[in-house]
């Protein structure tokens, strides 16, 4: 937020609003249950911003999920540095930890801010009670279908509803156990990760999020990157991220793809496999069918120029 500006409160209804040169819309705030509270951001911004939470609730979690029409970015930062950045659907993230909140001009998103005890209860050991600085990450993916399809329906209803109120509350359950369900589903979250393997790996996620255009770096490449065997960096990879390098990488060239598409800015569909190094546009159809489930042609907006 710029300095000097506020945010208002409107009556009683947990909503908060930014200043009207800013931004247009609201956010909805409200604590669900003891340890469990509920944050809707829904605004258009007049130009972009960064949100920065600082470091003032060290025994929660915060899960953020991105339904905005562009991808938001999700920084945390240590010392002033940033060493974590996601494009993805869904982040966990440590509140101890100072992070920030770049949103695309329309955003969109739902936040858990869940209290460790709260969350430890539920998840079978899976998570690492003694969790500190070191290991800053704790979860960060895209959004699974139920919880997507949760949200949208959440995200329907008008704030201004007598009925919104009790949607929140049940959303917000609902979400928090396809949360749990997803963790145990795919087992421990953090482990004993020394600040430089972390470091090392998270490097490695960053470079292949500026190589998107070209083919996967390779295994070999991302490795000697971090300066890991292959065995450990491809374990310790998965350990992170929840899933190998390689299908981080055509995940994440897909959802580009799907912004390419959008874009106006292509003649054709096979502009676009181009662009994005996919010399069969067949192949790039199915593999972003299998992804999204429509084929390219579905979403694509054609250049006007």
């Known amino acids: 937020m710029e300095k000097g500006k506020k945010i208002s409160v409107v009556d009683d209804k947990c909503q908060l609003v930014l200043p009207n040169d800013i931004a247009k819309g609201c956010a909805y705030f409200m604590e669900v249950l003891p340890g469990l509270m509920s944050l809707i951001v829904d605004f258009s911004l007049q130009r972009s911003i960064e949100l920065i939470k600082t470091v003032n609730a060290e025994d929660y979690y915060i899960a953020y999920f991105d339904l905005s029409d562009e991808i938001d970015i999700h920084q945390i930062k240590e010392q002033g540095k940033i060493n974590y950045q996601s494009k993805l659907g869904m982040v966990v993230v440590d509140a101890s930890l100072k992070s920030s909140y770049i949103p695309s001009l329309k955003m969109y998103s739902f936040w858990l801010i869940i209290s460790k005890p709260l969350l430890q209860k539920y998840l079978f050991g899976n998570i690492d009670s003694t969790n500190n600085k070191k290991n800053s990450i704790v979860f960060s993916s895209h959004i699974d279908s139920r919880t997507r399809l949760c949200l949208l329906k959440l995200k329907m209803k008008n704030y201004d509803d007598p009925s919104f109120e009790l949607s929140v509350r049940g959303t917000t359950l609902q979400v928090l156990g396809y949360l749990v369900e997803r963790i145990n589903e795919i087992g421990p979250i953090l482990g004993k990760l020394s600040e430089l393997d972390t470091t090392q ?89 299998k992804q999204f489930g429509q084929l390219p042609g579905e979403v694509f907006k054609k250049s006007t120029s």
Request: hydrophobic share 45%; no cysteine.
């Open 201 to 289: 790996v998270i490097k490695t996620q960053t470079y292949m999020m500026e190589q998107l255009l070209g083919p996967f770096p390779g295994i070999d490449f991302l490795a000697a990157k971090a300066g890991m065997s292959i065995s450990k960096y491809k374990k310790l990879f998965k350990r992170i991220f929840k899933e190998s390098p390689n299908s981080f990488f055509l995940r994440e060239k897909l959802n580009l793809a799907q912004v390419l598409l959008k874009s106006g800015n292509f003649n054709s569909i096979s502009e676009v496999a181009n662009e994005l190094g996919h010399v069969k546009p067949g192949y790039f159809a199915a593999i972003y069918k």
